[in-house]
Every structure is written in C-alpha cells, then in structure tokens.
C-alpha cells in the first residue's frame, strides 16, 4: 500500500528563521515525490518534485527539499521563511513501479508564517 | 491555473438535486482526476481517467459518477447530493508522455455546499 504522512497539522515561524515541513512516504517500491502548497482559495500549486538522482531538490520561491531513502522521508525546507510562504502544504508520493500512475497525498501542513 | 478550468466555482443546492461539475483542460493532457478536499483529510482521489475509454474509481466514489466526454473534459455528477458531500472539489490532470508524468496541474476548485 502507498500512503503520506504529515505528522504535523500546523507549523508556525517567525519570518527569517528556517523553517521545515515534514514528510514520510510508504511505498513498494522506489517513489516519486511531490510537494504542493496551496494558497487560501485557490487550487494547489507544484513546488518541487523528486524523480532520481540528487537526494537535494531545489523547486519554487526559495523552496528545497531532502529525499532520505534510508528514513523515507522528503521533508520541505526553506532557509528563511516569509509571511507570505503562509499557506496549506501537501506532500505527495507516487510508486514509479505502479502501472496505475496516481499519486497519494497527505493530509496537508498548514504553514503560517508571522512578521 | 488559467489551464484547467472549474465550472461552477461555487455551488449550493439542496438534498436530492442532482449536480453536475465540470472541467476543462487546454493543456492536452490525458489523464484527468477529481479529488475532493475536506478540512483536516487533506485530497481524497474521488474518480481518474487516464484517456477516454479509461475510468477508475477512487478511494471515496460511492454517490459519484463522471464522465470523460473528451480528451479535454471530464465531469463529476452527485446523482442525488447529501450533506456530506458538502467539500471543495478540485479537478486535476497530468500528462502521460513525459518523465515526471504524474506531476499534476490543479484547477481552482468548486466549492460545493449540500443544504
């Protein structure tokens, strides 16, 4: 079975400091993985995604994150956070094995960020 | 995303009354999904078609049908809407053809209340 989990409903910073959302996955096989934010009234938005190779991925708006094959983990990271990273985020995780080709996602992160 | 449109965008109707989401993509993608997106349950795949003759049923289709009138359209109907369908609802649509397929491009949303 795939599945996503978000261990955290909400995650708050000051603007500035770093700030981390954090991810773990369960899959078969080997994953691919996603992350999303979505904004309030609005549908979700593609941040960054892992497919192969470098464990450190670089995606949108300053936003990187780590696949640990070891932990299957790909938590979402950001070295300085602003009030407008606010937002709801979704991790999302795909078997590349799987002739089915859906993903799964969490239950989202909702990320407030405050001056 | 201007890509994948979401008619209506929000929607209020009674118990009983049958209801009809749309979605239109102009990106020329062939798989198409619903998902539906309750506080606190994160995305929940309601149905997905990976081409016309394609359609699969999600974690939650129970009280739901679609139909995939065209490459481009894909439409979500409650035959006869409940409370408890009352949630956002978010058509998405990936493409099959490239490596990161499963990336998934998000519609703004229909925000549906059931009285």
């Known amino acids: 079975a795939q599945s996503v989990a978000q261990p955290e409903d909400q995650v708050n910073v000051a603007e500035g400091n770093p700030l981390t959302v954090k991810c773990t996955y369960s899959?078969?096989?080997?994953?691919?993985l996603f992350w999303y934010v979505q904004y309030p009234n609005r549908g979700l938005q593609f941040l960054l995604k892992?497919?192969?190779?470098?464990?450190l991925v670089k995606g949108s708006y300053g936003f990187e994150a780590e696949f640990n094959k070891s932990q299957t983990s790909f938590h979402l990271k950001k070295p300085s956070a602003l009030v407008s990273d606010s937002a709801l985020y979704f991790c999302a995780v795909r078997d590349r094995g799987s002739t089915l080709g859906r993903l799964y996602f969490g239950r989202g992160t909702q990320l407030t960020v405050w001056p | 995303d201007a890509d994948v449109t979401q008619t209506p965008r929000n929607r209020i109707t009674k118990t009983g009354k049958r209801i009809m989401l749309e979605c239109s993509q102009t990106?020329?993608?062939?798989?198409m999904y619903w998902y539906r997106q309750d506080p606190g349950l994160g995305l929940q795949l309601i149905y997905y078609s990976f081409d016309v003759k394609d359609i699969n049923k999600g974690e939650i289709s129970d009280g739901y049908s679609v139909s995939r009138q065209a490459q481009a359209k894909f439409s979500l109907s409650l035959e006869s809407a409940i409370p408890n369908q009352t949630a956002l609802y978010f058509c998405?649509?990936?493409?099959?053809?490239?490596?990161?397929?499963?990336?998934?491009?998000f519609g703004p949303g229909t925000r549906l209340t059931v009285l």
């Open positions: 899959v078969s096989g080997n994953p691919y």
């Open positions: 892992y497919i192969t190779g470098d464990n």
């Open positions: 990106k020329g993608h062939d798989r």
């Open positions: 998405a649509t990936s493409d099959s053809g490239t490596v990161s397929y499963n990336e998934q491009f």
